[in-house]
């Protein structure tokens, strides 16, 4: 028997059990890799809470989670690039793998690179891919200025350098305590709260040609206010704004490859990406990491040990 993350209804955290499930199988395509790591993300919480059960409903009892690390256990008819004992990362589509064995398509995993720690290959999918979406979508030139909210985040710590790297000046809204790390990857750190529009004018006088919101809350109405155009503001969080005002929405769902996630685990193994890890939890205090990311004040991702 495997071990996994459940829930039975629409609700708060409290619902989050690790309950005993059968071990998967692997399919014609599949492999089954052993959970070393898994990742936590905030749309997961949304999900669990019921809040997009329109766009994206939950059938129960539920699983939960999307990307994974961990080693090859079996190897599905058909999957001749992988065998069993190999260290990959990778994601399901299918809300779990936040457990101790998870089955997914071959095509939807990749090699783990020797020098990436299983913290940083479980935790990087949804947060790298996303990453990447939401940064090609406003289409930065080099020389640009770029703000980017929630930026020592799990989403928003990778954005801002993916920008650096692409030679963009980058305003980095973040809580004080983070202002040291933004400023070593060359981030110009502002402070959220009131008089933030102020505080970013005085960092980018010449003005914002663009605005990567990983947070959401008001942050698309103060890219408006700040006189950036639609196509080029970005939410991963903020759907309603999104809707109101036609900015984009590009996150995961654009940036997602198998491709685009080998890149960036190689990045980071090879010290060109830092993939900040907030917080490491045993599959059993699901509840426990779920609260912290809550919090919404993490500097970096939170991940779960089976």
């Not at 459940?6 to 692997?26: K, Q, S, W």
């Not at 692409?166 to 400023?183: E, F, K, P, Q």
């Not at 940036?255 to 990406?273: I, K, R, W, Y």
């Not at 890890?277 to 599959?283: G, R, T």
């Amino acid at each position: 028997m495997a071990r996994a993350v459940r829930f039975e209804r629409y609700g708060g955290i409290e619902e989050l059990r690790v309950v005993e499930v059968p071990t998967p199988t692997a399919g014609p395509g599949q492999v089954v890799v052993e959970v070393v790591v898994a990742g936590t993300n905030p749309g997961e919480a949304k999900v669990r809470e019921g809040m997009f059960a329109e766009r994206w409903p939950a059938t129960f009892p539920s699983g939960q989670g999307s990307d994974f690390a961990g080693r090859i256990a079996e190897v599905g008819a058909g999957v001749e690039n992988f065998q069993v004992g190999d260290e990959v990362l990778g994601w399901t589509d299918e809300r779990a793998a936040q457990t101790t064995h998870v089955a997914a398509p071959a095509g939807q995993v990749t090699p783990k690179p020797a020098g990436l720690s299983w913290e940083i290959a479980g935790g990087l999918w949804v947060a790298g891919t996303t990453a990447v979406g939401a940064t090609r979508a406003v289409g930065v030139k080099a020389g640009e200025t770029v703000a980017v909210s929630g930026a020592a985040g799990g989403v928003g710590s990778i954005a801002v350098q993916l920008l650096r790297r692409a030679g963009v000046r980058v305003i980095g809204i973040a809580s004080a305590g983070t202002h040291d790390w933004l400023r070593s990857f060359g981030v110009i750190p502002v402070a959220y709260g009131d008089g933030l529009i102020d505080r970013i004018r005085a960092a980018a006088p010449d003005g914002i040609d663009a605005f990567v919101d990983t947070y959401g809350f008001g942050y698309v109405e103060l890219a408006l206010e700040l006189g950036i155009p639609v196509d080029r503001i970005d939410t991963i969080r903020d759907w309603d704004a999104a809707a109101k005002y036609g900015v984009q929405v590009d996150g995961n769902a654009a940036g997602s490859s198998v491709e685009a996630l080998a890149e960036l685990a190689a990045s980071a193994a090879a010290g060109e990406l830092e993939i900040p890890i907030a917080a490491v939890y045993p599959l059993d205090k699901v509840q426990e990491a779920y609260r912290e990311l809550e919090q919404q004040h993490t500097h970096g991702k939170i991940v779960l040990r089976p």
